[in-house]
């Protein structure tokens, strides 16, 4: 079982519409909760991470963590072509000094 | 605020020759370092980390060493490269008092012919 699943896509959406990213994770430890988003050929950028419980904004992000089903999800708002890229979910161990990375899913928004 | 730089920004190798790749944080102090490996369309692979000067922990056992001989300043090296080492290189950094989010540096596309 891999410690930090990710549908790989492509996710398409239209412009304008939400997009949701959807991430589970093995270790029931895991305390801290990322995600990244790479454009191709770029290294990743950290754009969200959540701590606890329920749903962290920022902009046209919103986290959203449930521990007790071992999820993690990322919604963008008003989708915009410029989203067009992967986004890389991210776990941390109880100790914080590493990071498991997801596969990364493939969103591609339409104009 | 941090800046994390790395070098060069793309290499082509022969087979069996040496590999070093540079890279260094400005802006903060007793950072994590981090290598990760990422193959054409793969995940990361988390190749070494570090806590502190001298203190490399690896991950993957393979032909690839590492070392942190200041603060800031982690180095990938190998002395032989392989046709699999071909990828993406990628330093990050992260603070100890954090959560544990970590800071790409631009990356290394290694080309192992």
């Known amino acids: 079982q891999k410690e930090v699943e990710q549908n790989s896509g492509p996710l398409s959406v239209p412009e304008g519409a939400i997009a949701s990213l959807n991430c589970t994770y093995s270790?029931?430890?895991?305390?801290?909760f990322f995600w990244y988003r790479q454009y191709s050929g770029k290294s990743p950028e950290l754009i969200m991470f959540?701590?606890?419980?329920g749903d962290k904004e920022d902009g046209r992000f919103t986290a959203q963590l449930n521990k007790a089903s071992q999820y993690v999800s990322l919604l963008i708002r008003d989708s915009q072509p410029s989203d067009s890229a992967t986004y890389l979910c991210?776990?941390?161990?109880?100790?914080?000094?590493?990071?498991?990375f997801g596969t990364g899913t493939k969103l591609q928004v339409i104009p | 605020s941090q800046t994390i730089h790395q070098w060069p920004a793309t290499l082509v190798q022969p087979v069996g020759s040496p590999l070093s790749l540079e890279c260094t944080v400005e802006?903060?102090?007793?950072?994590?370092l981090y290598w990760y490996r990422q193959a054409a369309g793969r995940g990361l692979q988390l190749l070494f980390y570090?806590?502190?000067?001298?203190?490399i922990s690896s991950e993957v056992p393979q032909n690839l060493s590492a070392s942190r001989p200041q603060d800031r300043q982690f180095i990938l090296s190998s002395k032989k490269l392989l046709l699999s080492d071909s990828g993406f290189y990628l330093c990050?950094?992260?603070?100890?008092?954090?959560?544990?989010?970590?800071?790409f540096g631009p990356g290394t596309r290694l080309t192992v012919t």
């Open positions: 991210a776990v941390s161990a109880r100790s914080y000094q590493k990071v498991t």
């Open positions: 570090s806590v502190g000067i001298g203190q």
């Open positions: 959540i701590y606890s419980n």
């Open positions: 990050a950094w992260s603070v100890k008092t954090g959560g544990g989010e970590q800071y």
């Open positions: 802006g903060t102090s007793n950072p994590n």
């Open positions: 270790d029931r430890g895991s305390q801290s």
